[in-house]
């Protein structure tokens, strides 16, 4: 992508943690939304492996999953010659730019993210500094490219909202530095439930592994977690109170095949929920087959994906330390 169309369209940006899974609701609440805004937008992704330190890794598989997270984004249909693609640690622009809004972020609104509430009663005994500055350096990822519009699943609204108020904190002291970003969550799929417990996001976290779908399940691995999952008592397809399991389910399959709630309800009127999750199952394995095969191809050819992810952070560098020098230089920094 040249520097100037940048200038013209409206940017896009967003990441996703290298976490090993890559869930059905990562894929249908954030990067099926990813691939179909590369027409319209300039759009720039990342693999938000500064992230992902803020639970305990093992170096040797933590590794594999970056670059299995880079290729199975590829495999979804990011492409880097529209979109530059790159590593989150590889652009040290974002480490730097989230150390100095962490001096503009508030302990108190830190303090008030839900995903830091959950995750530090989840890792208990590792309630780390970064775990809960997490969202400044998500603030930096964005912030650093000026970007209009961030696509994610409705779970990270609040630290979009948190960006904003960095953003306009900044503004405010030092005149117009940053754009303020929009969060663009679409309608269906923004929160795919887990097919255990539907009142909960499915979560890669979960230890129940019939709790989610993972875009690299197997066929048979994908249709027995659909037929495991949990429903309710009164055996009719459609969307209704207390029916979480089926709401999700209805939500899932009008995703994948773009049919409408009602729609769905016709088609499977008379019809038992066994037949209608196994329909789920099936539209489910046929969208993330070509991803599968593709995805082999990728992790197969680690030549390519350097390639690319050395093109991506050389791009990304250059966008993101106009921004950085900018705000530096704002603040008073001997820049230059
Ligand atoms: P992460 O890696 O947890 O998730 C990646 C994307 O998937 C969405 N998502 C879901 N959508 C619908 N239903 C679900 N059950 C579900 N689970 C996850 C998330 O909303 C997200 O869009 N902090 C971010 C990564 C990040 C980022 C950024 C995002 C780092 N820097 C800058 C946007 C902009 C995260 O942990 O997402």
């Known amino acids: 992508?040249?520097?100037t169309t940048t200038e013209k369209k409206k940017v896009i940006f967003s990441a996703i943690?290298?976490?090993?899974?890559?869930?059905?609701?990562?894929?249908l609440g954030a990067l099926r939304n990813w691939v179909s805004l590369q027409d319209e937008y300039n759009c720039i992704y990342a693999v938000a492996d500064l992230h992902a330190i803020t639970v305990r890794q093992e170096p040797k598989?933590?590794?594999q999953n970056i670059l299995e997270a880079y290729a199975l984004l590829l495999a979804?249909?990011?492409?880097?010659?529209k979109s530059p693609f790159f590593?989150?640690?590889?652009?040290?622009t974002h480490a730097e730019l989230a150390w100095i809004l962490n001096c503009y972020t508030q302990f108190g609104e830190l303090s008030r993210m839900t995903q830091f509430k959950d995750k530090s009663a989840k890792h208990a005994d590792n309630v780390n500094a970064g775990l809960f500055t997490y969202p400044s350096l998500m603030a930096a990822d964005i912030l650093l490219y000026q970007a209009d519009m961030v696509p994610v699943g409705v779970d990270q609204k609040q630290h979009l909202e948190l960006t904003r108020n960095i953003a306009e904190r900044f503004n405010g002291i030092y005149g117009s530095t940053f754009k303020i970003p929009e969060p663009y969550i679409a309608e269906v799929g923004s929160k795919v439930m887990s097919l255990q417990e539907p009142t909960k996001k499915m979560s890669k976290s979960d230890e129940n592994v019939n709790a989610w779908v993972a875009v690299l399940d197997k066929p048979d691995v994908i249709m027995k977690k659909f037929k495991r999952a949990v429903t309710d008592s009164e055996a009719v397809v459609r969307v209704g109170e207390g029916k979480d399991g089926i709401n999700n389910l209805i939500g899932i399959m009008s995703t994948v095949t773009g049919k409408t709630a009602d729609e769905i309800a016709v088609e499977f009127e008379g019809k038992g929920y066994g037949d209608f999750k196994v329909a789920v199952a099936e539209a489910v394995i046929e969208v993330l087959r070509p991803i599968q095969e593709r995805f082999s191809d990728y992790i197969a050819n680690k030549d390519y994906l350097v390639e690319q992810y050395h093109k991506g952070a050389e791009f990304a560098l250059r966008l993101s330390q106009r921004t950085l020098t900018k705000a530096m230089k704002k603040i008073g920094y001997l820049v230059g």
């Open 17 to 27: 943690q290298p976490s090993g899974t890559i869930t059905l609701g990562n894929y």
């Open 61 to 63: 598989a933590f590794r």
């Open 87 to 92: 590593i989150q640690s590889h652009v040290h």
């Open 76 to 81: 979804c249909g990011i492409d880097p010659e």
């Open 1 to 3: 992508m040249s520097e």
